[in-house]
């Protein structure tokens, strides 16, 4: 019951936050949150929204297996902050003179209409998957704690999240994740510590080598590079109060998403350790559950539900944004008040879908692996506009073909790290091909 009422209050004061961040709410403000948002609330959204659930599960399972070696991942996610703190200037002072709102924005304004759209296309693809994740991982450990059916428990998180996101819209979703990722942290840190207590972690596994340096390299590439190219990262340097505000919060993510990384390891060691043979995607939840004594399982719980939440918010709204702003908008002109209704509406769509698709499929790693490779398909594009005069329709096709490349090779290849990376190298081809074959577009931001 300690454990129950710990993750009932959380859920309370979630919901609390979200309409209370409504308030008084702007057009401005629902959309992008005026772009005054301060240091605290983007340095501790931007690490939740990269720390979700799902993805932790995956991790975990990865920890299982191989050990501090997993912990490649997040050092990857670190580069991808460290590029994103490195072009940060450049990405806000582009987003405010031309008033941004979307990633699918900046390549629109670079490239044409149809590079805006094909871009959309991988974003809402990107975030349906991220989605359905966290709703398969909150899913299952709701339904286990207070006994319910599986479905029941999402319909749960669903409406919480549904409440306060469509009353608060980006301002919700920044407040929220403020508290979501604070309260984790510091659950997390006193977990790590009655770990520590209650289990002998073998130096061997804190080795760095045990995974191999094909798939230890192909983490570092697909979380860097799903960083840099992550539709909820632009957003909030748009949303900053400044450049030295957007820089700022991100060193300060680099530093709690490492601290994080080493958080859920000692889970995932300390789950190996004590439960031999377990399925790695259970070593998360089991762990907790087996190895938390009643109100520090209270704490691991409320933690997993921390990072769940915080990911499904900012996703449903990336992908509510990309109906209104990226496809509405780019067909006619709509007044900002229209853009909030149609968001509002889409938000509510995919809150639908996304949780009747992860009734049928509830493969965490797998998923998270491929909507990675998505993303992916982004990256030459996005670094090459920093440098290079590109042409738009090499940017389109090259993003088109490695969109497409995805559901083509995984099948034959494999769902791994290491061919999770192929609509990377497929991209950067036809981006160089088309460089050549191509007419001149837009010139450097």
Request: a positive charge; hydrophobic letters at 60%.
């Amino acid at each position: 019951m300690i454990d129950i009422f710990l993750v009932v209050g959380y859920f309370i004061i979630v919901l609390f936050i979200g309409i209370y961040a409504s308030r008084k709410e702007s057009k401005e403000g629902f959309l992008i949150g005026e772009r005054k948002m301060g240091t605290l609330s983007l340095s501790s959204s931007i690490s939740a929204s990269l720390l979700g659930g799902g993805i932790l599960v995956a991790y975990a399972a990865y920890v299982y297996q191989y050990g501090m070696s997993a912990m490649w991942l997040f050092l990857g996610l670190a580069v991808g902050l460290v590029m994103l703190l490195l072009y940060g200037k450049k990405i806000k002072h582009f987003a405010d003179r031309k008033q941004l709102y979307t990633i699918s924005d900046y390549f629109k304004e670079l490239y044409g209409k149809s590079t805006g759209l094909v871009t959309t296309l991988v974003i809402i693809l990107v975030f349906i998957f991220m989605v359905v994740i966290e709703f398969i991982a909150g899913g299952k450990m709701l339904s286990s704690l207070f006994g319910t059916s599986y479905a029941f428990a999402v319909l749960i998180m669903a409406i919480i999240i549904l409440v306060y996101l469509i009353l608060g819209g980006f301002k919700s979703v920044v407040k929220t994740d403020a508290f979501q990722y604070l309260i984790a942290l510091l659950f997390g840190i006193i977990i790590t510590f009655v770990l520590f207590g209650k289990t002998t972690l073998p130096l061997k596994e804190f080795s760095l080598g045990t995974m191999g340096w094909g798939n230890s390299i192909a983490f570092v590439i697909i979380g860097a590079f799903a960083v840099f190219a992550a539709a909820d990262m632009w957003q909030r340097i748009y949303a900053a109060k400044s450049v030295k505000v957007a820089k700022k919060s991100m060193g300060w993510a680099i530093l709690l998403v490492l601290i994080f990384g080493f958080i859920i390891a000692i889970v995932g060691i300390a789950a190996k350790v004590n439960f031999s043979g377990l399925n790695p995607q259970d070593a998360m939840v089991y762990g907790l559950s087996n190895l938390l004594p009643t109100g520090i399982l209270g704490l691991g719980l409320v933690l997993l539900f921390a990072a769940i939440m915080s990911s499904i918010d900012t996703g449903l709204f990336i992908l509510g944004m990309g109906i209104s702003k990226d496809i509405t908008g780019s067909f006619k002109t709509i007044t900002k008040e229209k853009l909030v209704r149609i968001t509002r509406y889409s938000i509510f769509c995919f809150v639908v879908l996304t949780v009747l698709i992860s009734l049928f499929f509830q493969n965490v790693v797998s998923i998270a692996l491929v909507f990675a490779s998505i993303n992916l398909a982004l990256i030459p594009a996005l670094i090459g506009s920093f440098h290079f005069n590109l042409k738009g329709k090499a940017v389109f096709w090259s993003i088109l073909i490695g969109l497409i490349s995805v559901p083509i090779a995984l099948p034959f290849l494999g769902v791994t790290p290491e061919s999770a990376v192929i609509s990377l190298p497929v991209a950067l081809i036809v981006l160089l091909v088309g460089q050549a074959i191509f007419k001149k577009n837009k010139t450097l931001i």
